[in-house]
């Protein structure tokens, strides 16, 4: 079946750092591909997505993009925040995102330290 | 807009009592509803699908009978965890859809926050 993996946490940086999260993914078809971020006490929220290979989805400063031959959707930010402290997580999904269940990763929780 | 809540937000229960867990969207109207599991330090599960006015579509492995989703509304899903023992223990999360015209019709799925089901 379909799966999702992501690199394992806790990710902790300083303000201002390079941030990437490694996200990949096994599929039978081609899926689009997400990332949703979780801050404490919320809900998962969509950061951005992708729909079809070399789209790139991006959204306050996050940048990911669809790479169908290492079958792989990397997470990155030029520049981090404390207010980027969260868990992000990986998903892939054979709909746009809203008729289909997600598939997701285990999540990665990111700390940012001032 | 496009907030989804979950009650309630924590339960406690004994074993072999059923516990309901209402999701509602509630600034539009779900389409589609979801629900997840999440065990600490995993990924969240797809359990079912359901669309107001119809039978969920479990996942494989779900118990149909002890899982109970019911989406009565275009606003309210609810899953009830029948006869519930130490292993229903979990964190349940519901998504809903929000319809709309524009980009080939469903759009995002909106996250509730989240129910921690304890069961003694």
């Known amino acids: 079946g379909d799966s999702v993996t992501q690199m394992e946490g806790p990710v902790t940086l300083s303000e201002e750092a390079f941030l990437t999260i490694n996200c990949t993914y096994t599929a039978t078809g081609y899926p689009s591909l997400f990332w949703y971020v979780q801050y404490p006490g919320e809900g998962l929220q969509l950061l951005l997505k992708a729909t079809k290979a070399d789209d790139k989805g991006s959204n306050k400063g996050f940048e990911a993009t669809y790479r169908k031959e290492t079958t792989s959707f990397h997470l990155e930010k030029g520049s981090v925040q404390v207010s980027d402290s969260a868990v992000y997580f990986c998903a892939l999904s054979y709909s746009g995102g809203g008729a289909d269940g997600l598939t997701f990763g285990k999540g990665t929780h990111l700390i940012i330290q001032p | 807009g496009a907030v989804v809540s979950q009650h309630p937000s924590r339960v406690i229960c004994k074993s072999g009592t059923s516990v309901k867990i209402e999701c509602r969207s509630l600034?539009?109207?779900?389409?589609?509803m979801f629900w997840y599991r999440q065990f600490p330090k995993q990924s969240l599960m797809l359990m079912a699908t359901s669309n107001e006015g119809s039978k969920a579509t479990y996942e494989q492995g779900v118990e149909k009978d002890k899982f109970l989703i019911n989406h009565a509304s275009l606003t309210l899903s609810t899953l009830t965890v029948t006869s519930a023992h130490p292993e229903d223990s979990s964190f349940y999360i519901c998504s809903a859809t929000r319809y709309t015209t524009s980009r080939g019709g469903s759009d995002t799925q909106y996250f509730g926050p989240g129910t921690r089901l304890t069961v003694l």
């Open positions: 600034d539009f109207q779900a389409t589609t």
